[in-house]
């Protein structure tokens, strides 16, 4: 059984500036090699994801008939948690800025999102970056919504990013030059859709089939990585998990086997009959000879599974510790520490700063999303958005410290910082825009609730009526 190394899916760049007619055939062809085997890798990290690990296919030499052969999907577990620890609440999108007058456009935008199922979209985005290193995300207009006004101006879908790549431009910005995704066709050819920010062709053979215009302005297959070195959250932890995968395998073999143990028969003549009649019986009669005393025992030897528990427990923590997840074992312990000291004990610290770290990434890329999304509901809704007017928003721990957020909110608002930043930075609501608006008729009281402060405190003093250095 070996281990196979890898180091994050490899980035596509081209040096065209532009891509034409002429040009698009060739960069795809030299693109599409590089795709290959970012492909592989990521369909192999899928189906080790699913279950289907190395330890299935281990042979064994010595007793080949004791030969478990045990996953433990930790890789499932890893996806799972971080997958759940990010995106459990939906992503909003919240006022950014003082111009109360969008917190409605931004309500609009977040009705069209949840018309779209976006929220389970990113969690589809976050199950393939987490496994994969990367994924891809596709926004186009809705061509039914000018027929239905209960859908939304534009359509979303996560792709397979084993049949979907965008080619960069290796010059400064690194700006995206076209989006790809494939399919193979019932002739065994494969079609190529190519996006660029204003050209859409359809290629077979290395011949271009179709060519149309579009008007969104940028490719509108848009990456979201994992990191910069597109590295799955379980990839950098493959070998300890087959290593754990073997133990386990290799700790009910033991068992197995000193249950199973050979008989060892000391100067006794017995065949294959009388062997299975005792196997029958459970009990045997044997004779021995003066001076060649006969004897019948199991050759075996017992695994010590305490030590065995050990390396597992080490392995395990291992691989916590890389992939920075909590500790399970954390409940188990017996100390004195109350409070934030178990949130940083128990490895809880260490999931929340890689959290925040996978937002960064995904909102850079949710960007590139926002733009087209708004040119299209500028376009088809009217709804007139700048990118500058949102915020992205994740919400996590929502019922965590639940008297501390709401206290930290009451004192924002009795300090006077505005009700919708309060309640944005407090932590309680999922969708805190919404909580706002809803809120608005509930709030009036703290609008000049400092001012009112101020001005009851500022009591007369004669003595500010003196003048200094005088006389009458």
Not at 233 to 246: K, P, Q, T, W
Not at 428 to 445: A, G, N, R
Request: hydrophobic content about 35%.
């Amino acid at each position: 059984m070996e281990t196979r190394q890898m180091f994050g899916r490899e980035v596509i760049y081209s040096s065209e500036e532009v891509i034409t007619k002429e040009n698009v055939v060739k960069v795809l062809k030299d693109a599409y090699s590089t795709h290959q085997k970012n492909s592989a890798d990521i369909d192999y990290l899928y189906n080790y994801y699913k279950g289907n690990q190395p330890i299935l296919q281990r042979e064994k030499l010595i007793r080949p008939e004791i030969n478990n052969k045990i996953v433990e999907n930790h890789a499932y577990e890893i996806v799972d948690f971080k997958k759940g620890y990010v995106f459990g609440e939906p992503v909003q999108y919240v006022r950014r800025g003082e111009e109360e007058k969008v917190s409605d456009k931004i309500a609009l935008l977040n009705e069209y999102m949840f018309m779209v199922d976006k929220a389970l979209q990113d969690k589809d985005l976050a199950e393939w970056f987490n496994i994969g290193g990367t994924s891809y995300r596709m926004v186009l207009p809705n061509k039914n919504y000018a027929y239905d006004s209960d859908e939304s101006p534009f359509e979303i879908d996560t792709l397979d990013p084993r049949y979907t790549f965008v080619v960069y431009n290796n010059g400064f910005g690194k700006r995206p030059l076209m989006g790809v995704k494939y399919i193979e066709t019932e002739d065994r050819k494969v079609k190529f859709s190519v996006y660029t920010d204003n050209k859409y062709y359809e290629i077979v053979d290395d011949k271009v089939e179709t060519e149309d215009s579009h008007v969104l302005g940028a490719v509108p297959i848009i990456e979201y990585p994992a990191n910069m070195a597109r590295i799955g959250s379980f990839e950098v932890v493959l070998g300890l998990l087959d290593a754990l995968n073997n133990t386990v395998s290799n700790r009910m073999d033991g068992i197995e086997q000193y249950i199973q143990s050979f008989m060892k028969f000391v100067n006794c003549d017995i065949d294959e009959t009388d062997f299975m009649a005792l196997k029958e019986l459970g009990a045997i009669k044997i004779k021995g000879e003066p001076g060649n005393p006969a004897d019948v025992d199991l050759v075996s030897q017992e695994l010590d599974q305490s030590q065995t528990q050990v390396t597992k427990d080490d392995i395990y923590q291992m691989i916590l510790i890389i992939c920075g997840m909590p500790d399970r074992n954390g409940a188990n312990r017996t100390t004195g520490d109350t409070g934030q000291a178990v949130i940083l004990r128990d490895g809880w610290s260490a999931a929340e700063s890689r959290a925040r770290d996978t937002e960064l990434v995904f909102k850079s890329s949710e960007k590139k999303f926002l733009k087209i999304v708004l040119r299209v509901v500028r376009d088809l809704s009217h709804l007139d958005l700048s990118l500058s007017d949102i915020d992205i928003k994740f919400t996590r721990n929502r019922t965590d410290h639940l008297l501390v957020k709401t206290q930290g909110m009451q004192n924002q608002l009795e300090a006077g910082i505005h009700p919708q930043i309060a309640i944005s930075t407090s932590g309680l609501y999922s969708d805190p825009e919404q909580v706002y608006i809803d809120s608005m008729k509930y709030l009036k009281k703290w609008e000049f609730k400092e001012v009112d402060n101020v001005t009851s405190n500022q009591k007369p003093n004669p003595e500010n009526n003196k003048i200094e250095g005088g006389g009458d």
